[in-house]
T-cell receptor, first 112, second 115 residues
Framework: ELKVEQNPLFLSMQEGKNYTIYCNYS?????LYWYRQDPGKSLESLFV???NGAVKQEGRLMASLDTKARLSTLHITAAVHDLSATYFCAVDYAGNNRKLIWGLGTSLAVNP | DADVTQTPRNRITKTGKRIMLECSQTKGHDRMYWYRQDPGLGLRLIYYSFDVKDINKGEISDGYSVSRQAQAKFSLSLESAIPNQTALYFC??????????????FGSGTQLSVL
């Protein structure tokens, strides 16, 4: 069965702290995405990870991919309130988004 | 103006009614998708279309149909709505070129409630 599991599902953290969100997936895939969704809003793409060892960074967010462990991480450095959102990972099992399996999302609240 | 526009933003309807959700895009993308989002279930693909003449079922197409009227327009219909189709529906597009890595661009969503 194709599965994508994120943890934690809920995360409350203080501004200035660091934390990591984990995304585990069940079967080999060469493509993994991270998306962000603000409350009541649409989703926007953060990162596309295409190969083992891939690392992408944007501001305080850094994503990495270990295809051998079937694991991606989204690391938050020195969190700020503006990062409060729900973060989704999605794994493309068949190419071209034809079988894009989504994690349930990690709801992040960054508190002053 | 939004690149991917969905109408309506909210809709309340009754069981058995026919409903159409519309999506239009100005991104010039060939590929369009319909997803539904349910709390605790994440996003699931309903239908996708890689060009005007190409329509494909996703993982949960039962009870839904689609029409790709033009490159820029992709509509989703619920022929006879039922309460478990209450969800947030998203339209998305992607550029089919390898350089774009198939990342999705989403509309603002349509919250549908079936009573």
């Amino acid at each position: 069965e194709l599965k994508v599991e994120q943890n934690p599902l809920f995360l409350s953290m203080q501004e200035g702290k660091n934390y990591t969100i984990y995304c585990n997936y069940s079967t080999t895939s060469d493509r993994l995405y991270w998306y962000r969704q603000d409350p009541g809003k649409s989703l926007e793409s953060l990162f596309v990870l295409l190969s083992n060892g891939a690392v992408k960074q944007e501001g305080r967010l850094m994503a990495s991919l270990d295809t051998k462990a079937r694991l991606s991480t989204l690391h938050i450095t020195a969190a700020v309130h503006d990062l409060s959102a729900t973060y989704f990972c999605a794994v493309d099992y068949a190419g071209n988004n034809r079988k894009l399996i989504w994690g349930l999302g990690t709801s992040l609240a960054v508190n002053p | 103006d939004a690149d991917v526009t969905q109408t309506p933003r909210n809709r309340i309807t009754k069981t058995g009614k026919r409903i159409m959700l519309e999506c239009s895009q100005t991104k010039g993308h060939d590929r369009m998708y319909w997803y539904r989002q349910d709390p605790g279930l994440g996003l699931r693909l309903i239908y996708y279309s890689f060009d005007v003449k190409d329509i494909n079922k996703g993982e949960i197409s039962d009870g839904y149909s689609v029409s790709r009227q033009a490159q820029a327009k992709f509509s989703l219909s619920l022929e006879s709505a039922i309460p478990n189709q209450t969800a947030l529906y998203f339209c998305a597009t992607s550029d089919g070129t390898p350089a774009a890595n198939e990342k999705l661009f989403f509309g603002s969503g349509t919250q549908l409630s079936v009573l």
